[in-house]
């Protein structure tokens, strides 16, 4: 078993998939209709929907490094957008550098992707569905 193993991992799929097994990259979970984007983008933007986003460079460092706090994370390259009255639960990082096909995703604590979009009313929707009512 071991050799077998060995073997297998010299190929770059085995690995992919193990790595995506080990770290729940591959989850990806169904957030229903009321989770979907109103602006529908090209892309991968809506394939990206309840999964867990990779660990991407951003101009603070790296991102998972950014999810340590046990909060959420709007990840907003428009540099529009806000997380008002949810600051007290959820993290602003403006990055127009960050490496997405998407304008904005609010990532859940554990990473997964809960919203995409650039639109603000759908976003503050989202942020109440996620992280319940603002403080004012």
Same mark, same amino acid.
């Not at 991992?9 to 770059?12: A, E, K, L, R």
């Not at 340590?68 to 709007?74: E, K």
């Not at 859940?108 to 004012?136: E, K, N, V």
């Given at each position: 078993?071991?050799?077998?193993? &060995?073997?297998l991992?010299?190929? *770059?799929e085995? =690995?992919r998939?193990?790595?995506?097994?080990?770290?729940?990259?591959?989850i990806?979970?169904?957030?229903?209709?009321?989770?979907? @984007? =109103?602006n529908?983008?090209? %892309?991968? +933007? @809506?394939?990206? !929907?309840?999964?867990?986003?990779? $660990? /991407?460079?951003?101009?603070q %460092?790296?991102l998972?490094?950014l999810?340590?706090?046990?909060? +959420? !994370?709007?990840?907003?390259r &428009?540099?529009?957008?806000?997380v008002?009255?949810?600051? #007290?639960?959820?993290?602003?990082?403006?990055?127009?550098?960050?490496? !997405?096909?998407? @304008?904005?995703?609010?990532l859940?604590? $554990? %990473? *997964? /992707?809960?919203? /995409?979009? #650039?639109?603000?009313?759908?976003? #503050?929707? *989202?942020?109440?569905?996620?992280?319940?009512? @603002?403080?004012?």
């Open positions: 078993m071991r050799r077998l193993l &060995t073997e991992m010299d190929f *770059h085995v =690995n998939h193990l790595i995506e097994k080990i770290t729940a990259i591959d990806r979970y169904d957030f229903g209709e009321a989770c979907e @984007p =109103n529908q983008h090209s %892309g991968a +933007g @809506p394939d990206l !929907l309840g999964r867990r986003l990779r $660990d /991407i460079d951003v101009k %460092g790296r998972y490094d999810l340590h706090r046990g909060r +959420g !994370l709007l990840l907003d &428009t540099e529009r957008l806000t008002g009255g949810w600051s #007290d639960r959820v993290d602003y990082l403006g990055d127009p550098t960050a490496v !997405l096909d998407v @304008p904005c995703v609010l859940r604590p $554990d %990473g *997964h /992707i809960a919203w /995409i979009g #650039d639109d603000q009313q759908d976003l #503050d929707d *989202h942020l109440t569905r996620w992280f319940g009512t @603002p403080t004012t």
